[in-house]
């Protein structure tokens, strides 16, 4: 069954980066796009962007444009999600997530989140 | 950006009523809607897609309608593993958007 396995929770100070692992299994993983959405304490989902594994190709929301870098790792099947300059209220939890274009780019597969705690 | 407006944001409700969440976007999105259903401390579920499409092991009392901007899910019985926050999502342009989320509690 597809999977997508995060790294471990984090804790990091204001101004610190933290990069965050999501390994795919199970299915063919430059067939799909990687989404990564963030869920902050008692908050709603909020999109950060996207890769597509086949070409490297990235979108980002606008409000990270320049603190966020995706990548991926074909080789190994992992996709990873670097934030810079983190700041208190980037606390929350990532997921990466999967996005299937065949089924009108839903996101199809979650990873169980990685909480990210930035403090001083 | 699009805007993606839930409602109600919260609403009480008992096993097997029947229950209607609404979503509109700003602009029009066509079908490229879902639906997530999520509880504390997991991941989004995904229930419905391309609007009415309903995904594979979701319970038949599941249901999404709408095309353009506005967007409907029902529970036609809700169940007791039904109490959870929803989403909606659209998938049309980028940056996908979600919408604010909508609580069912029991009443």
């Known amino acids: 069954q597809v999977q997508l396995v995060q790294s471990g929770a984090e804790v990091k100070k204001p101004g610190a980066s933290v990069k965050v692992s999501c390994k795919a299994s199970?299915?063919?993983?430059?067939?799909?796009?990687i989404s990564w959405v963030r869920q902050a304490p008692g908050q709603g989902l909020e999109w950060v962007g996207w890769i597509n594994p086949y070409n490297g190709n990235t979108n980002y929301a606008q409000k990270f444009q320049g603190r966020v870098t995706m990548t991926t790792d074909t080789s190994t099947s992992t996709a990873y999600m670097e934030l810079r300059s983190l700041r208190s209220d980037d606390t929350a939890v990532y997921f990466c997530?999967?996005?299937?274009?065949?089924?009108?780019?839903?996101?199809?597969?979650w990873g169980q989140g990685t909480l990210v705690i930035v403090s001083s | 950006d699009i805007q993606m407006t839930q409602s109600p944001s919260s609403l009480s409700a008992s096993v097997g009523d029947r229950i209607t969440i609404t979503c509109r976007a700003s602009q029009t999105i066509s079908t490229y809607l879902h639906w997530y259903q999520q509880k504390p401390g997991k991941a989004p579920n995904l229930l419905i897609y391309a609007a009415s499409s309903l995904q594979s092991g979701v319970p038949s009392r599941f249901s999404g309608s709408g095309s353009g901007t506005h967007f409907t899910l029902t529970i036609s019985s809700l169940q007791p593993e039904d109490f959870a926050t929803y989403y909606c999502q659209q998938s049309y342009n980028t940056p996908r958007t979600f919408g604010q989320g909508t609580k069912v509690e029991i009443k």
């Open positions: 199970s299915y063919t993983f430059t067939s799909y796009g």
């Open positions: 997530a999967r996005e299937s274009q065949q089924l009108a780019f839903t996101i199809d597969y």
